[in-house]
């Protein structure tokens, strides 16, 4: 493992917010290859943690797959965001993951064909946001977009009126008892997305599973988690969110100040996880992954 630092991007749409000097994690195979494909990963609210995002990182490097966990908290002075999600934004960590790009295609070491992105929670919204056209056409120019997503328990109370995507295969990975980022949101959000042309899309839901299924052990309560979940909401194509409980479009800081009054909850459940899950639902990652060419 090696440590790496890079400044984030920022790009021309509504959201848009200081760029920040991050660092990131890349874990290599331990067999040397010509080019390695590779998976940029983004963290849930709770942070990097080691039985999430760098127990995902050993399994890749596995399969002869390269990984690069970044940390979009620290370097901008934030442990976590379970209780506040505004401290870091979904935004910023879409810039995040675009640095995270450029940096990698510019590594000898990695194949610029077969870099994807994936991440857990929060880091699964915006995995999902990377892989919206409109949110490319936002980025003003820049020229590169990654060649797979994988979404795991993402959050999809905020889904784009436009779901086109960039027709990159993308895997949502979702727990059927999931009160924190429920699945049937984002089931629907992908049947959307495939509606669009997009044929690459893979749904599993683990129906026994909670949120967080990689703490294994008992289901725990997080009291102080903000819970976006009866939160529903289109993003038009200029960033503004139409509220249909509202009847109208309202920019980002306006929308958080009317979500806080009337749909964010406190409290979700999360754990619950057995080594058979877990072991389960990593296959079928690294399934997905060799069935698109991410396997040496």
Known sequence: ?????????????PAACRPARLTASLHLPGEMAPLFPCMVI?????????????????????????ALVVDSFGGRGVRRTVADQTLVSGAQMEGDAFAALALLRADPRIDPARIGVMGVSKGGVATLNTAIAVRQRWRGGFPHTFDLHVAICPGATAQHRDPTTQGKPIFFMLAGRDDYTPAPLAIEYAERMRATGNRGIKVKVYSGAHHGWESIGPLFDIRDAENWSCCRNLIEDDGRHFVTAAGRAMNEPEYQAWARIHCVTRGARAGGGTPELKQRATGDLLAFLAAHGFCR
């Open 1 to 13: 493992m090696e440590s790496v630092a890079f400044d984030t991007l920022t790009f021309d749409h």
């Open 42 to 66: 983004l963290t849930s609210s709770a942070g990097v943690q080691r039985h999430r995002e760098h127990y995902y990182s050993q399994a890749l490097n596995g399969m002869g797959i390269a």
